[in-house]
């Protein structure tokens, strides 16, 4: 008999659980786009943001779009045909992200580090003294298929290590609002994000982030396009310049309730709940682990995400996803594929629990007490004590 009666409760890598504050706060007519608090909740929206990424120096730009189309932003407004781009892949995300700028005709070198450890800085600082003419570096600071984070900050010091002056462009939308970021201090040229995983907003939001650097850049790219194009935007002679058209309404009044939330928990603490509930995660993972074919996908406690964890089964991941699903009410997330070369691809012997945004520890404990009652009706095999091992680390930290 099927158990899933009360909310459905999703433990996927985004869209991540929405508060009901900001539900609420999106529950309302069509609102005035000339005047009054729209424009004042869009000015906040805006300095909230910079707090949430520490960004004071950059400019905000808000697109109606998904992460791709952040992705897209980025690249048109920074490259011409034939520009060299270093991509580092850590999983998919860079890759999906370096092909879209290969479409454009941008030249693409890459650097893969296998789908289960971090970019190693060093391998960057070698390719970028090797070839002078690289213009950017491209990376996740997240993976969320792999569940690797990268270090950002080790990146930027093989830069400039390298003597080098290519734009950093960096991708935090699994990331920002869970993990430590700091665009300033880490010398990052673009950031990437968008509102629904850690901002806890729905699809919807593609955000760019642009320094100063990126922003002269932009004068000389042969790729800009209009609705794209950073500077309209950036320099409004309008409210509605800056989103080039209607705004994202609802989607602005949510993300306000959504940041101020972050700013009443304070960053720190938002980091650090997600340090804690991320441990949790990994210590079940580990005991199950010890009787059976279960294993986190990175091995490096320091590499793991805080964000999202994928976990190798050693079995077909989707009879648990399965039963998870119709019996007991949890959607896990699916398997991205890590081979090279796989686009939406599932990987059958991978699951993902997303660890991302509004989540307390009853909704952690509750999801992995609710996948080993998944194991135990499916008589899967696996070490004892996986829930008891994710309370402690989450009470210890
Ligand atoms: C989710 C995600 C994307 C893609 O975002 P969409 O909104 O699905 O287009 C890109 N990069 C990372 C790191 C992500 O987690």
């Known amino acids: 008999m099927s158990l899933a009666r009360g909310r459905h409760f999703q433990a996927i890598p985004g869209p991540s659980a929405m508060p009901d504050e900001v539900l609420s706060a999106m529950h309302r007519d069509a609102p005035n786009i000339y005047e009054g608090s729209l424009i004042d909740v869009t000015l906040e929206v805006e300095t909230r943001l910079k707090a949430v990424a520490r960004a004071q120096k950059a400019g905000i730009v808000i697109y109606i779009t998904n992460g791709h189309g952040a992705w897209e932003g980025a690249l048109i407004n920074l490259f011409s045909p034939g520009d060299k781009v270093l991509a580092l892949y850590t999983g998919r995300f860079a890759r999906g992200w370096a092909?879209?700028?290969?479409?454009?005709?941008?030249?693409?070198?890459?650097?893969?580090?296998?789908?289960?450890?971090?970019?190693?800085?060093?391998?960057?600082?070698?390719?970028?003294?090797?070839?002078?003419?690289?213009?950017?570096?491209?990376?996740?600071?997240?993976?969320?298929?792999?569940?690797?984070?990268?270090?950002?900050?080790?990146?930027?010091?093989?830069?400039?290590?390298?003597?080098?002056?290519?734009?950093?462009?960096?991708?935090?939308?699994?990331?920002?609002?869970?993990?430590?970021?700091?665009?300033?201090?880490?010398?990052?040229?673009?950031?990437?994000?968008?509102?629904?995983?850690?901002?806890?907003?729905?699809?919807?939001?593609?955000?760019?982030?642009?320094?100063?650097?990126?922003?002269?850049?932009?004068?000389?790219?042969?790729?800009?396009?209009?609705?794209?194009?950073?500077?309209?935007?950036?320099?409004?002679?309008?409210?509605?310049?800056?989103?080039?058209?209607?705004?994202?309404t609802h989607h602005l009044f949510g993300l306000h309730a959504a940041l101020g939330m972050i700013e009443r928990e304070g960053l720190e603490n938002v980091w650090e709940r997600h340090r804690r509930l991320s441990g949790a995660v990994h210590a079940a993972v580990e005991a199950w682990g010890k009787g059976g074919t279960w294993e986190l996908n990175i091995p490096d406690p320091a590499n793991r995400s805080w964000a999202v964890s994928a976990i190798r089964t050693g079995i077909d991941a989707n009879t648990l996803r399965t039963y998870c699903d119709a019996e007991l009410d949890l959607t896990l997330g699916v398997g991205i594929s890590l081979s090279s070369g796989a686009v939406g691809v599932r990987e059958a012997g991978l699951f993902r629990i997303g660890h991302m945004g509004h989540l307390n520890p009853p909704a952690i404990l509750g999801t992995l007490a609710t996948i080993e009652a998944a194991m135990e009706a499916l008589r899967l095999e696996r070490g004892p004590g996986a829930v008891e091992a994710a309370a402690k680390a989450l009470v210890k930290g």
Not at 141 to 150: E, G, K, L, P, Y
Not at 158 to 175: E, H, Q, R, T
Request: with cysteine.
């Open 99 to 248: 092909d879209m700028a290969r479409a454009m005709r941008v030249e693409i070198e890459e650097i893969d580090f296998g789908a289960r450890s971090s970019v190693d800085p060093q391998r960057v600082e070698d390719a970028l003294r090797r070839d002078k003419s690289i213009k950017a570096v491209l990376m996740v600071q997240t993976d969320t298929a792999s569940s690797v984070r990268n270090d950002v900050l080790g990146v930027r010091r093989a830069i400039d290590a390298a003597g080098s002056d290519a734009l950093f462009l960096v991708d935090c939308i699994a990331s920002l609002g869970c993990e430590p970021y700091e665009m300033d201090a880490w010398g990052v040229d673009v950031t990437v994000a968008a509102s629904q995983k850690g901002l806890m907003t729905p699809p919807g939001i593609g955000l760019n982030y642009v320094g100063e650097k990126a922003r002269r850049a932009r004068k000389s790219a042969q790729l800009v396009t209009p609705y794209w194009d950073w500077e309209p935007r950036l320099e409004p002679t309008a409210f509605h310049a800056r989103f080039c058209g209607t705004p994202p």
